[in-house]
């Protein structure tokens, strides 16, 4: 098995350099299983929101590692050269140890299904010292790059009913001074701009993300459409939010524990405004939350997820 570098890896994945999480790669000689390493430093921007203090790195970009190693794994035929990997769906997605600079971590996948539409499913997991920080299940497949840039059709999105009746429900928006006063996470790893509606009673939240072509994640890809990964990130983000608002919870971390399912049907793309809705279940530190992206009057995304609040300085070791 040859061993493919930095370089290789540059020219064969689609993320480029910021979401580009493998240094080193290898591809089993039947095709069917791939594995990587990722060398962890605290000089990764990410750290620097996630979170000051406490550098963890975001599960989501764990996620992403596993993906890009599927990426080497799906079939490239002639037909179909210039097309691009999508990651369909993510299902039981497990968080076990956090990991840190200074952390290598191992990323592992392997094909497990294959549908006709080209779809593939994979079994993937990330590792530190042999023990499993990330593991579950995703599905990826070609599309052409036209399909990943949308088709706009007017100046600016429709308006979004979601958004709306969270107006309509009343309630002092809370602005991004706001927010950061709620949540730890920071620049560049602040993935919500304003919260539109937020119940305590009944666990609910309603917020936005402007998505513009200035983010630097755009930078790193082929075709300008928001990381997926990041998609669901948002979501977790906000319904942290909302769970770091009950009062006892107060000036804690909100860590993810799982992302039990998600689907993504449509690429987001600059200009688009994204409206995202989160319902809670708030069980003492632990919690679970169903979340879906709108643009407009569209669904985007929806996620499943669990997650947990622990006090500053008290998080699992990395």
Same mark, same amino acid.
């Given at each position: 098995?040859?061993?493919?570098?930095?370089?290789?890896?540059? $020219?064969?994945?689609?993320?480029?350099?910021?979401?580009?999480?493998?240094? %080193? #790669?290898?591809?089993?000689?039947?095709?069917?299983?791939?594995?990587?390493?990722?060398?962890?430093?605290?000089? $990764?921007?990410?750290?620097?929101? /996630?979170?000051?203090?406490?550098?963890?790195?975001?599960?989501?970009?764990?996620?992403?590692?596993?993906?890009?190693?599927?990426?080497?794994?799906?079939?490239?035929?002639?037909?179909? #050269?210039?097309?691009?990997?999508?990651?369909?769906?993510?299902?039981?997605?497990?968080?076990?140890?956090?990991?840190?600079?200074?952390?290598?971590? %191992?990323?592992?996948?392997?094909?497990?299904?294959?549908?006709?539409?080209?779809?593939?499913?994979?079994?993937?997991?990330?590792?530190?010292?042999? $023990?499993?920080?990330?593991?579950?299940?995703?599905?990826?497949?070609?599309?052409?790059?036209?399909?990943?840039?949308?088709?706009?059709?007017?100046?600016?999105?429709?308006?979004?009913?979601?958004?709306? #009746?969270?107006?309509?429900?009343?309630?002092?928006?809370?602005?991004?001074?706001?927010?950061?006063?709620?949540?730890?996470?920071?620049?560049?790893?602040?993935?919500?701009?304003?919260?539109?509606?937020?119940?305590?009673? @009944?666990?609910?939240?309603?917020?936005?993300? @402007?998505?513009?072509?200035?983010?630097?994640?755009?930078?790193?890809?082929?075709?300008?459409?928001?990381?997926?990964?990041?998609?669901?990130?948002?979501? #977790?983000?906000?319904?942290?939010?909302?769970?770091?608002?009950?009062?006892?919870?107060?000036?804690?971390?909100?860590?993810?524990?799982?992302?039990?399912?998600?689907?993504? /049907?449509?690429?987001?793309?600059?200009?688009?405004?994204?409206?995202?809705?989160?319902?809670?279940?708030?069980?003492?530190?632990?919690?679970?939350?169903?979340?879906?992206?709108?643009?407009?009057? %569209?669904?985007?995304?929806?996620?499943?997820?669990?997650?947990?609040?622990?006090?500053?300085? $008290?998080?699992?070791?990395?």
């Amino acid at each position: 098995m040859a061993i493919l570098d930095y370089h290789d890896l540059v $020219e064969r994945i689609m993320e480029k350099r910021s979401l580009l999480m493998l240094d %080193r #790669a290898e591809i089993a000689a039947d095709g069917r299983s791939a594995s990587g390493i990722k060398c962890v430093s605290m000089d $990764e921007n990410f750290f620097l929101g /996630h979170f000051p203090g406490s550098p963890i790195m975001p599960g989501v970009l764990q996620v992403t590692a596993m993906a890009q190693v599927g990426q080497l794994l799906l079939p490239r035929p002639a037909d179909k #050269a210039g097309w691009l990997p999508w990651m369909t769906g993510l299902k039981r997605i497990k968080f076990r140890k956090l990991v840190g600079p200074g952390d290598l971590l %191992r990323v592992e996948a392997k094909i497990t299904a294959e549908a006709p539409d080209g779809t593939l499913t994979l079994t993937a997991q990330t590792l530190v010292n042999g $023990e499993v920080a990330c593991q579950g299940d995703l599905m990826l497949r070609l599309v052409s790059p036209e399909a990943l840039r949308g088709s706009p059709d007017a100046l600016q999105p429709a308006s979004c009913p979601v958004a709306e #009746a969270a107006k309509a429900a009343g309630g002092q928006p809370v602005d991004i001074a706001g927010i950061m006063q709620v949540i730890p996470h920071r620049f560049p790893f602040l993935l919500i701009d304003r919260i539109l509606f937020m119940d305590l009673q @009944n666990p609910r939240i309603v917020g936005l993300k @402007n998505v513009t072509g200035n983010e630097s994640w755009f930078a790193a890809l082929p075709v300008a459409a928001l990381p997926l990964g990041l998609q669901v990130e948002m979501a #977790a983000q906000l319904c942290c939010a909302l769970a770091l608002s009950v009062p006892e919870n107060k000036g804690q971390l909100g860590l993810f524990m799982s992302i039990d399912d998600a689907k993504f /049907h449509c690429p987001v793309v600059p200009g688009d405004q994204l409206i995202i809705e989160g319902v809670a279940v708030l069980r003492s530190r632990f919690g679970k939350a169903d979340a879906k992206l709108y643009v407009g009057d %569209r669904l985007v995304t929806e996620a499943s997820m669990k997650f947990a609040v622990a006090p500053r300085g $008290e998080e699992p070791a990395a």
